[in-house]
C-alpha cells in the first residue's frame, strides 16, 4: 500500500458497494428489503467511507503531514484498519485505541499494517481515564505530531455518508426505511440529513444491541449499560453525532438473534455477516412486523462482514 498506484487504486475502491434485493428474506417478511453492501469496501467494512473523508479533511486543514504526522482513533477496529490501510499509502502513521472486547484478530489485523494498538479495559466507565476514548485523545495531546480524528465528534463522518445515502436513492425509486446501527453515529445522521434535505418522508430506524443504551435513549427510557459481544455499534455514552430527534424508530436485538440471523442470511442469500449487520437485519424482521402498510420497501445498511473475526459468527 506505499505506491501511489496502490493508493489510488484502494481509494477509487471505496463506496463502490451495490445495492442487492434481499429475495429470501423479503419472501420471510412481507416486504422488499435491499442491503446496501457496505462490508464490500476494501478494508471490509462502511469504516472506509469515513477514514477517507476524515483524512481529507484533515488534510484540507493543514493538520496532516505526510511523513512526519500520526493519527490517533478510538475504534471498535473497523476504523483503524481503515485508517491503518489509507494513511500507509498517504505517509502517515496510525496509533489506535480499543476496547479489550474487541476480537484479537482485530489487534492482529491492525499490527500487521504497521499501527501502534492499545488495548484499553472493556468495563470502565465512559468518563474514566482508561476508557478507549480518553487513552486516545490523552496520546493525542501528549505527542507531537499526533492528530486525533476523533470519529465520534468528527462532522466528516457525517459527510461521508451523504455519498452512501445517495447512492441508495439514486439506485431505488423509493425508499420508505433505512435500517443502520450507530457506532459514532455518522451513518444514521447521515441517511437522516440526506433525506431530510430531499424532503423524502423515509424512516429512519437504529438498531441497537441489547446492553447499549442508545435505543434506549431514543425511546425515553432509562437503562444501564450492559455488557454483549456484538462489535462496533451501540454504546454505554450517547455519541455527539446522533440527534435522536431524528430518528424514527428503535429496535433492540439480542446478541443471539444477532447471530442467529448471521446463520440465516448465509445459509439463504449466501452472505457472510458480521455480527453488526446480524443486528440490523434482526431489526429489519422485528420492524417488518409492525410497519405501516404503506411501508414497501426497507434497505439496510450492512457494513461489515464475518471476515474480521476470530470466531465463525455466521
Partial sequence: ??????????????????????????????????????????????????ALAMIKAAEMEGLLTPGKSTIVEATGGNTGLALAALGAGRGYKVC???????????????????????????????????????????????????????QFSNPANLRAHFSTAE???SACDRVDAVIAGAGTGGT???????????????????ADPHGSILAASVRGESCNPEPYS???????????????????????????????????????????????????IAAAAKFAKTAESKIENIVVLLPDSGRNYSTDIG
Avoid at 444514521?188 to 437504529?206: E, N, P, R, W, Y
Wanted: glycine content about 8%; aromatic content about 8%.
Fill in 1 to 50: 500500500m506505499n505506491s501511489l498506484a496502490s493508493l489510488a487504486a484502494y481509494e477509487s475502491l471505496v463506496g463502490q458497494t451495490p445495492l442487492v434485493e434481499l429475495p429470501a428474506f423479503s419472501k420471510r417478511v412481507g416486504r422488499r428489503v435491499l442491503g446496501k453492501c457496505e462490508f464490500l469496501n476494501p478494508g471490509g467494512s462502511i469504516k472506509d467511507r469515513v
Fill in 96 to 150: 489506535v485505541t480499543m476496547s479489550s472486547k474487541m476480537d484479537p484478530k482485530k489487534v492482529s489485523a491492525l499490527r500487521s499494517f504497521g499501527a501502534e494498538v492499545h488495548v484499553c479495559p472493556y468495563e470502565v466507565e465512559p468518563h474514566s481515564d482508561e476508557h478507549f476514548i480518553s487513552v486516545a485523545r490523552r496520546i493525542a495531546s501528549e505527542r507531537e505530531n499526533h492528530y486525533f480524528s476523533d
Fill in 167 to 169: 447512492e441508495i436513492w
Fill in 188 to 206: 444514521l445522521m447521515g441517511m437522516a440529513t440526506f433525506a431530510k434535505q430531499h424532503s423524502s418522508d423515509c424512516s429512519i430506524v437504529l
Fill in 230 to 280: 456484538v462489535e462496533g455499534i451501540g454504546g454505554d455514552f450517547i455519541p455527539p453525532l446522533l440527534q435522536r430527534s431524528m430518528i424514527n424508530e428503535a429496535i433492540t436485538v439480542t446478541d443471539a438473534e444477532s447471530y442467529s440471523e448471521c446463520q440465516w442470511v448465509k445459509e439463504n442469500e449466501g452472505l457472510w455477516l458480521g455480527g453488526s449487520s446480524g443486528c440490523i
